[in-house]
């Protein structure tokens, strides 16, 4: 198990290649969703201080 | 059929209408996007064999050609808009434009992180002055020309139009790319997928790649109408200048 782990992780020793684009994408991915949702919620607490 | 296509239009007219429609598919759009990504990341790392030069570095296609596309298609979409909104005059269309652009823009600096990071193992270089690398940085300066022009100019009535010219002329560049590896010897490979052609990529591994597209598309479509909504209630609740518009 562990070494059929160590195996996928090695991607035939491009690893480090392949899975920090993946990283860069999917942090993108998260980050273009969460910054949106964010500021939307700081808009909603402040249209509720107006009210 | 004939339905859809007047709800389409109605949708487009109407803010309204569009907000309605809108929020109610985002979480059909999300289940979709998160059924898409799990399969492509699944097939794409670990059921899709592994190619015989490449080795499992040809795994980067998986991220790289679904960002690579979509920084090409929402620049389309924006042209499209952008034309909607000089002709037209659409409130939408406006919208579509700025929300789009960021994102554009990202997803054509994660096309040019991940080819760089694939590039460094296959052609031992990080960066080349290549046809098709050089025409998708220049895409990446009009995104951000584009999202600079829009917080730049203050009246935004006036605003928005000259950044839809600004879109217009940069579209000369989307075919630009997509021919660069025709029309220049670059070390940059041709189309993988073709339409009106066999694609030169094995069944074992096409599958995968069209659901991290579709998942992309998918992505695309889920913040875009996110954003466009949180920004039609805020115009709702400020009176903003978009409500005087036709």
Request: glycine letters at 6%; a positive charge.
């Amino acid at each position: 198990m562990k070494l059929a782990l160590l195996h996928f992780f090695a991607m035939g020793g491009y690893g480090g290649y392949v899975f920090s684009a993946y990283a860069c994408v999917l942090i993108f991915l998260l980050a273009q969703w969460f910054i949106p949702w964010r500021r939307w919620q700081q808009y909603l607490r402040r249209q509720n201080k107006l009210l | 059929m004939w339905s859809i296509i007047k709800l389409a239009q109605g949708c487009l007219l109407s803010p309204k209408l569009f907000f309605r429609y809108s929020q109610a598919m985002l979480p059909v759009l999300a289940v979709l996007f998160i059924i898409l990504l799990s399969y492509g990341l699944i097939a794409g790392l670990i059921l899709a064999p592994a190619d015989y030069i490449q080795g499992d570095a040809f795994r980067i296609i998986y991220v790289h050609a679904p960002c690579a596309f979509l920084s090409l298609f929402i620049y389309a979409v924006m042209a499209a808009a952008a034309i909607c909104a000089l002709v037209f005059n659409l409130t939408l269309a406006h919208l579509v434009i700025r929300h789009s652009a960021s994102l554009g823009a990202g997803f054509t600096l994660l096309a040019l992180i991940t080819g760089s990071i694939w590039g460094k193992p296959m052609w031992g270089t990080w960066w080349i002055w290549d046809a098709r690398l050089t025409s998708e940085l220049i895409l990446l300066f009009l995104y951000t020309g584009i999202i600079l022009c829009q917080s730049a100019l203050a009246q935004k009535m006036r605003g928005e139009r000259a950044v839809a010219i600004l879109v217009l002329i940069g579209f000369i560049d989307i075919p630009i790319i997509h021919y660069s590896v025709y029309w220049w010897n670059t070390l940059h490979q041709g189309a993988t997928l073709k339409l009106f052609a066999p694609s030169s990529i094995d069944s074992s591994m096409i599958y995968p790649l069209l659901a991290m597209i579709a998942a992309f598309l998918l992505y695309y479509a889920m913040v875009l109408f996110l954003r466009m909504g949180h920004e039609l209630t805020a115009i709702k609740a400020n009176h903003h200048w978009l409500e005087k518009m036709p």
